[in-house]
């Protein structure tokens, strides 16, 4: 890894750490949308994964009072777990990168929702409020299968986790031991096909004091900052990046 290499990925983890520490989820997928108009998506898998762990791990662990274990146990993982399976299915007959189009596009429509919630919250209702059960598990294995292919299905399932756990500090505690379980198993995979390995792990490594600085920076916005206002504002770079990736895949 070079030098300017480091700096990069360094600014794109970093944003991504403070970005899931401030709101629980979004962190992934904001720092694919970025570092992957410079680098591979299953390389980039490779380098954030284990330190997303880590990260997962210390916000569990900080938050481990407030963790809603019973609707994680029950309706949540099972419906996401299983999407999952087909999603890391897919994932050894379609390459991320050859995919990075349809990337862009979720990336897209996931900032386009989000904007969307924002201003129906504003005015008194919400995106998704009547939901019928059934569509809510459909949403939650849709998670899955687009964390099995990319890692970043956190949005989906913050869509319908967020309406089951209305506490912010209860939603990000339960939502890091969700991403520690599914991360777990996407590393696996990745594993096993060669992308995480003694030189991705070294690269990791160096990668540390970023993600430790967005932690910290995350945890002092999480406690003062308006979460509705922060969360369009993520929404907001979340369509931009996602239109200059989809332009990049579709000129390349």
Do not use: Y
């Amino acid at each position: 890894m070079t030098t300017d290499d480091l700096l990069l990925l360094s600014a794109v983890l970093g944003a991504g750490a403070f970005v899931e520490a401030v709101a629980g989820f979004g962190g992934t997928v904001l720092a694919l949308s970025l570092g992957a108009r410079w680098f591979g998506i299953e390389p980039l898998l490779a380098w954030f994964l284990p330190l997303n762990l880590g990260l997962s791990l210390a916000l569990a662990l900080r938050g481990r009072r407030a963790i809603a274990w019973r609707a994680l146990g029950v309706s949540i993982l099972p419906m996401i777990l299983l999407g999952l399976a087909g999603g890391t299915a897919l994932a050894w007959v379609i390459e991320a990168d050859g995919a990075r189009a349809l990337f862009a596009g979720l990336v897209i429509v996931v900032a386009v929702l989000e904007i969307l919630a924002q201003v129906r919250a504003a005015h008194g209702t919400t995106l998704m409020g009547g939901l019928p059960p059934s569509a809510q598990r459909g949403l939650l294995l849709g998670a899955g299968v687009v964390h099995g292919l990319f890692a970043t299905g956190g949005p989906l399932a913050v869509a319908v986790i967020a309406r089951m756990l209305p506490s912010k500090t209860t939603l990000r505690s339960t939502l890091a031991v969700m991403w520690f379980v599914l991360n777990v198993i996407v590393i696996a995979r990745l594993s096993v096909r060669g992308h995480v390995d003694l030189a991705s792990l070294r690269g990791s490594l160096q990668l540390v004091p970023a993600m430790a600085a967005g932690l910290v920076l995350g945890e002092l916005v999480h406690v003062r900052v308006s979460e509705r206002a922060f969360r369009g504002a993520v929404a907001g770079l979340l369509l931009v990046t996602g239109a200059l990736l989809l332009h990049a895949s579709l000129t390349r």
